[in-house]
C-alpha cells in the first residue's frame, strides 16, 4: 500500500512539473506571438508609409489577428497555472486577468470584423495623403 501512495505522489509531482512547463510554453508562445505581429505589422506600417501606399487596414486586420491569439495563449497560460497551485487569491486574480484579456480579446475580434467589412469596399491601394487638384 506504502509503495502505490510512494507511485501516485511521484505522478502528481511529475505532473505539476509538466503543466508548469506547459504553462511557461503557452505563455512564451503567447508572447512570440504578440511579438511577432507587432514587429510585422510595424515593418509593413513603416513601406507603407515610405511607398506612399496605405495598406493601414489590412495591417490592422493583421495586427489585431495576432494580439487575439497572443492572448488567447495568456489566458491559457494563467488557466494551467492556477489549476497546478490554486489559491483563492489566485483564482480571484485569474478571474479579474481573463476576464481583462476576453474583454480585450472580444473588442479585438469585433474591431477584426468591422475592418474586415469595410476594407471589402476599399480599393487595395489607399493613398496616405490626398493631393490638391
Known amino acids: ?8 505522489e511521484a505522478v502528481i509531482e ?6 508548469e512547463l506547459f504553462a511557461a510554453i503557452f505563455g512564451y508562445v503567447g508572447i512570440a506571438i504578440i511579438l511577432y505581429g507587432g514587429l510585422k505589422g510595424f515593418m509593413h506600417f513603416l513601406h507603407a508609409t515610405m511607398s506612399r501606399k496605405g495598406h493601414i ?5 493583421e495586427l ?11 489566458v491559457g497560460k494563467d488557466i ?9 487569491d489566485d483564482l480571484g486574480k485569474l478571474i479579474v486577468v481573463v476576464l481583462l ?3 480585450v480579446s472580444l473588442f479585438l475580434e469585433y ?8 476594407v471589402h469596399h476599399l480599393p487595395t491601394r489607399i493613398p496616405l495623403t490626398q493631393k490638391d487638384g
Do not use: Y
Open 14 to 19: 511529475n505532473l505539476d512539473l509538466v503543466c
Open 111 to 118: 474591431e477584426l470584423l468591422q475592418t474586415k467589412k469595410g
Open 101 to 103: 484579456r476576453t474583454g
Open 64 to 74: 489585431a489577428a495576432h494580439l487575439s491569439l497572443g492572448l488567447e495563449f495568456l
Open 80 to 88: 494551467v497555472e492556477t489549476i497546478v497551485d490554486p489559491s483563492w
Open 57 to 61: 487596414p489590412h495591417i490592422r486586420i
Open 1 to 8: 500500500m506504502e509503495t502505490i501512495l510512494h507511485t501516485i
